[in-house]
Each structure stands twice: as C-alpha cells, then as structure tokens.
T-cell receptor
Framework: DTEVTQTPKHLVMGMTNKKSLKCEQH?????MYWYKQKAKKPPELMFV???????INESVPSRFSPECPNSSLLNLHLHALQPEDSALYLC??????????????FGPGTRLTVL | AQKITQTQPGMFVQEKEAVTLDCTYD???????LFWYKQPSSGEMIFLIY??????QNATEGRYSLNFQKARKSANLVISASQLGDSAMYFC????????FGPGTSLSVIP
C-alpha cells in the first residue's frame, strides 16, 4: 500500500481565515514532506519531518505552521495568508529520511485559493 | 550546487510512437538517486522510475525505461508505445539529502 491521502482536495479561504491541511499515511514511512507548487512549475520544498521532528524549514513564512502529531499524520496550519500563497500543496512520504535511494510518494494534493 | 535541467518545455508525440524526454543533472556527490514523476492535470505526482548512481543497468518499468549515461550526467526517460493517458507534465528529480526537481516537460499525445 503506497497511498498517501490529503484533505481537503480543494480549499478557498480569505486572508483573515485560519485553516489546516491534513496528510495521512499508513506505510510506516519515517519522513514526511510539504511542498508548494505553482502552476506549470516544479514543486518547492517547504518542510521536512524526520521521525516526527522538524528537520528542514526552507525559510517558509510563519503564516505557514507545520505539525506532526504522530508518525502517520502531518498537518499544515494556515493563518493570514496572502493571495500569492494560492497553489497546489503536496504532501510526500519517504521510508528512510534523507536516503537518496528511497522513493518519495506523493499525495493527490490540496488546491488552495486565497481570496 | 545541484541542478536539474529539462530542455524540452513541451513535446508532442503520435499515439503508439516512442518518445524520449531529456534530463541532465549536475552534482559532485558520487551517491545520488534519479527519479521521474508524472503529473497529470489532476495534480497528483506519480512515481514512474528510479535509477541509482551506482546501478550498472538502465532501469525499466513496463513501458518506461531510463537511458542513464553517468559520464554525461544524463538520465533520459523513454516512453514506448505512447498512449493518450500519457499526456501530462513529467518531472526529472535528483535526490541527495533532499529532492531537487527539474522544470518539467509537458507531453501531449496526439491521436
């Protein structure tokens, strides 16, 4: 089972709203990632969690706040976003953190629109 | 610094024909992984094929094969017998301590 699920599929929010994106995996993978992808561009890494601890923050603005409550769940809390934050947000997992030979498996993504 | 180049922003291929998508990379690290992902308009990134830097043979997965030329630092994806469902964005990626994606190639399969 290589399934990674993400909810919601679509999200529209105002600049003053607080919302959360959720990612779930049951593969026992120990690394989880958040990526942001703008249209016709490659994914950009935002955060990496290794063994449920934040290991990489790619200088992401504080209006994005990640959380890893347990080894199966990864959340991205959103607050006071800007219209330019509208994008596809992808979650990915990897069995062994930081190992080049391990494949990253992606979820279907959440399409976020900030009005 | 690591870098991935995909020189073909867009490509067209006739259904049932083979197509090659180019990918070159630049790294001084001897140990790395090379991946190809497919992204249809629905948005999901679908893993296609993997090649390790120490692998002697080119990777194959069904209709996908990877033409790995280590000395030239290239890892081209070959799709045989193209199908309409192959129309999508294709990303080449290199993994070291993290994944770095190329800019992508948009493939359109023509009936």
């Amino acid at each position: 089972d290589t399934e990674v699920t993400q909810t919601p599929k679509h999200l529209v929010m105002g600049m003053t709203n607080k919302k959360s994106l959720k990612c779930e995996q049951h593969m026992g993978h120990r690394a989880m990632y958040w990526y942001k992808q703008k249209a016709k561009k490659p994914p950009e890494l935002m955060f990496v969690y290794s063994y449920e601890k934040l290991s990489i923050n790619e200088s992401v603005p504080s209006r994005f706040s990640p959380e890893c409550p347990n080894s199966s769940l990864l959340n991205l809390h959103l607050h006071a976003l800007q219209p330019e934050d509208s994008a596809l947000y992808l979650c990915a997992t990897q069995n062994r953190p930081g190992l080049a030979v391990d494949t990253q498996y992606f979820g279907p993504g959440t399409r976020l629109t900030v009005l | 610094a690591q870098k991935i180049t995909q020189t073909q922003p867009g490509m067209f291929v006739q259904e049932k024909e083979a197509v090659t998508l180019d990918c070159t990379y630049d790294t001084s690290d001897p140990s790395y992984g090379l991946f190809w992902y497919k992204q249809p308009s629905s948005g999901e990134m679908i893993f296609l094929i993997y090649q390790g830097s120490y692998d002697q043979q080119n990777a194959t997965e069904g209709r996908y094969s990877l033409n790995f030329q280590k000395a030239r630092k290239s890892a081209n994806l070959v799709i045989s017998a193209s199908q309409l469902g192959d129309s999508a964005m294709y990303f080449c990626a290199i993994t070291l301590d993290k994944v770095i994606f190329g800019p992508g190639t948009s493939l359109s399969v023509i009936p």
